[in-house]
């Protein structure tokens, strides 16, 4: 399976996703719909391959694109089903791979590799096991890295407003409340600051 991080957020819908082996191109017609005198199956499987060569992709990505290539369903599940069998599309390793990728890599905190999976259709259960990887002690380190490289770049800066922007980076990144403020906290105090975090009481 190819490396998630060479292209994690590329665009399903981008018209190059369509245009496969020799002969795919001429299956399509203005707008991406495959021609009803076209193999629909043929079509599917090349768009597939193509999709599949370029990224990692979970099985409703691919559902996603023959839809809008107009592949019917019966031959979508038909040819996503063999896809599976032959262990070429298979969420659980994506998932993993995503998260694995994505943690190390962004710095991202389980809630939002577990927002990230969903989006791409990976199913909940899926979604559990994959973000259930990363121990909360685990999250809490890659949490401390972050904030200290974020303190470390604002050094001058008032408290406050290093406080602010240090928080507002953790929320994006999908790290809990009560987590960001109990690390912050602890790194300003490792710092020497005498600024006055409270404590939210939201749990870590």
């Known amino acids: 399976m190819p490396d998630p991080r060479t292209?994690?957020?590329?665009?399903l819908t981008h018209p190059a996703a369509g245009v496969t082996e020799e002969g795919t191109?001429?299956?399509?017609?203005?707008?991406?719909?495959?021609?009803?005198?076209?193999?629909?199956?043929a079509t599917a499987r090349g768009i597939c391959l193509r999709?599949?060569?370029s990224a990692p992709r979970t099985r409703a990505q691919l559902e996603q694109a023959l839809r809008k290539r107009g592949i019917p369903e019966e031959v979508s599940a038909h040819v996503l089903g063999r896809f599976s069998e032959a262990g070429l599309i298979d969420d659980?390793?994506?998932a993993g791979a995503w998260v694995d990728s994505r943690h190390t890599g962004r710095g991202l905190g389980r809630r939002a590799l577990a927002a990230e999976l969903r989006r791409r259709g990976?199913?909940?259960?899926?979604?559990?096991?994959?973000v259930g990887d990363i121990s909360a002690e685990q999250e809490?380190?890659?949490?401390?890295?972050?904030?200290?490289?974020?303190?470390?770049?604002?050094?001058?800066?008032?408290?406050a407003t290093r406080v602010r922007r240090v928080m507002g980076m953790l929320a994006r990144k999908g790290y809990a409340a009560g987590l960001a403020y109990r690390v912050v906290r602890e790194e300003l105090e490792a710092e020497g600051?005498?600024?006055?975090l409270p404590d939210p009481d939201l749990g870590t």
Request: charged content about 45%; overall charge negative.
């Open 7 to 11: 292209a994690m957020d590329e665009d």
């Open 25 to 41: 191109e001429r299956a399509t017609v203005p707008g991406g719909a495959a021609r009803p005198d076209d193999d629909p199956e």
């Open 51 to 53: 999709l599949l060569t």
């Open 92 to 94: 659980e390793a994506f």
């Open 122 to 130: 990976v199913a909940e259960e899926t979604v559990r096991d994959a």
């Open 140 to 159: 809490e380190a890659t949490a401390r890295r972050l904030v200290r490289r974020k303190l470390d770049a604002s050094r001058g800066a008032p408290d």
């Open 193 to 196: 600051s005498e600024f006055d």
